[in-house]
């Protein structure tokens, strides 16, 4: 079984400070993550993704995700946040060896991101 | 087309009465996924399929529900009877089977039972 935690409801940053969205997950094989941005009204956007390689992932928009094995996280990060940041935010995760899902993403619950000017 | 599109964007509909919402994927994608996302919920599996095998039903939430996909491309979600509860985004998305099958979204179809 696979899942993803997202501890967070709402982050608020001000504008120009760093914003790190968290994201935790559980699979019982190696995984692959992914983060989603919905704009207001909007379908899902995606972001970036881990599949292998280096731990720190570079995506659209300037944001970039970090895994980390041990702590079994893929927090979000933008060194510098912006108003039009502001959304809603998903990480989502599939277990590379679970034949019985196939491209089936568990998602987390979201988190609302609110930059303030 | 360039990106996932659906119909339509919203519906508005009385409760009782069936509903289609129409998903067409990016040309070239051969896995497809249907969502629902309520008022401030996240994402809730429905139902996905995969090339010319079986679709995996298991986040249908009744036997109301059911979807279709023609020609291995469109596909139609149609929700029998509806309820009030029924109301929600429907989201769809589709991806390669090959890969690491990051998914891409339409802009969803909004519908409310009244």
């Known amino acids: 079984a696979q899942s993803v935690a997202q501890p967070e409801d709402q982050v608020n940053v001000a504008e120009g400070n760093p914003l790190t969205v968290k994201c935790t997950y559980s699979?019982?094989?190696?995984?692959?993550l992914f983060w989603y941005v919905q704009y207001p009204n909007r379908g899902l956007q995606f972001l970036l993704k881990?599949?292998?390689?280096?731990?720190l992932v570079k995506g659209s928009y300037g944001f970039e995700a970090e895994f980390n094995k041990s702590q079994t996280s893929f927090h979000l990060k933008k060194p510098s946040a912006l108003v039009s940041d502001s959304a809603l935010y998903f990480c989502?995760?599939?277990?590379?060896?679970?034949?019985?899902?196939?491209?089936?993403?568990?998602f987390g619950a979201g988190t609302q991101v609110v930059v303030t000017p | 087309g360039a990106g996932v599109s659906q119909s339509p964007s919203n519906k508005v509909t009385e409760k009782g009465k069936d509903v289609e919402l129409r998903c067409d994927p990016i040309?070239?994608?051969?896995?497809l996924y249907w969502y629902r996302q309520s008022l401030g919920q996240g994402l809730e599996f429905l139902i996905y399929?995969?090339?010319?095998?079986?679709?995996?039903k298991s986040g249908l939430p009744s036997d109301r529900f059911s979807a279709e996909r023609t020609g291995g491309s469109v596909s139609t979600l149609t929700i029998q009877r509806t309820q009030q509860e029924d109301s929600a985004v429907y989201l769809c998305?589709?991806?390669?089977?090959?890969?690491?099958?990051?998914?891409?979204f339409g802009p969803g179809t909004r519908l409310t039972v009244t």
């Open positions: 998305a589709s991806s390669f089977i090959q890969g690491s099958h990051e998914q891409y």
């Open positions: 699979v019982s094989g190696n995984p692959y």
């Open positions: 881990y599949i292998t390689g280096d731990n």
């Open positions: 989502a995760v599939r277990d590379i060896r679970a034949t019985d899902s196939w491209g089936k993403l568990q």
């Open positions: 040309s070239g994608h051969t896995a």
């Open positions: 399929f995969q090339g010319n095998s079986a679709p995996d």
